[in-house]
């Protein structure tokens, strides 16, 4: 069974001090690894798709990153506005999406 | 951009009513599929749809059931409302298995 493990549950930040959210997975045959971003009452928002072990993705202050057992989502400089809930998915053989917890990311001025 | 349109955000009902929860997507996705989202469990597929028509059994079906007579749209139907389906729902599309899912802003059920 594909399974998503993602550190740490909740993440405070001050603004513009950098870090990164760990998304670490087991999955059968991987075919895609998604970065989502969740706002409170919303649905999820699509940021990323990764395919392969070394594959990297950039928008604006956010970088992906994926290895054979882990993504990380790097935040630079983060503002108060990228306070949200980050959920890694992954895809694999049987092609069901499989959720992580999320990681609750509060940025502070 | 992909649109995925549900057609309540907040919907409050009674124990034992039947509920339909709709959603529209504008983008011809093949793939359709609804989930419901807890706190400390994150999101649990309920039925998932690869084509018009068809329908699959996701983790979590029991107590719901589907409709899909169109393309773009896909329908999750309670069919005797419990105070265990209390939740909130988010329904998505792809236009294949492997890319990126993508979703409505979700519609919060209350069953009183």
């Known amino acids: 069974e594909d399974q998503v493990t993602q550190s740490p549950e909740a993440l405070r930040l001050q603004e513009g001090e950098s870090s990164s959210l760990n998304c670490s997975y087991t999955v059968s045959g991987l075919r895609g690894l998604f970065w989502y971003r969740q706002d409170p009452g919303k649905g999820p928002e699509f940021l990323f798709t990764?395919?392969?072990a070394g594959e990297e993705k950039e928008k604006e202050r956010l970088k992906a990153t994926l290895t054979k057992k882990e993504s990380f989502l790097h935040i630079t400089a983060p503002k108060p506005e990228d306070s949200a809930t980050y959920l890694c998915?992954?895809?694999?053989?049987?092609?069901?999406?499989?959720f992580g917890k999320g990681i609750t990311l509060s940025v502070r001025p | 951009d992909v649109k995925v349109t549900q057609s309540s955000r907040y919907l409050v009902k009674r124990t034992g009513e039947k509920v339909f929860l709709e959603c529209v997507q504008d983008m011809d996705h093949e793939n359709m599929f609804w989930y419901r989202q807890d706190p400390g469990l994150g999101l649990r597929l309920i039925y998932f749809?690869?084509?018009?028509?068809?329908?699959e059994k996701g983790d979590i079906p029991e107590g719901y059931s589907v409709s899909r007579e169109k393309k773009e749209r896909f329908s999750l139907i309670l069919e005797s409302a419990s105070t265990n389906q209390t939740s909130m729902y988010l329904c998505a599309s792809s236009y294949s298995k492997v890319q990126p899912q993508h979703f409505g802003d979700g519609t919060r059920l209350s069953i009183l």
């Open positions: 990764l395919y392969s």
């Open positions: 998915a992954v895809t694999g053989a049987n092609s069901k999406l499989t």
């Open positions: 749809s690869y084509d018009v028509k068809m329908k």
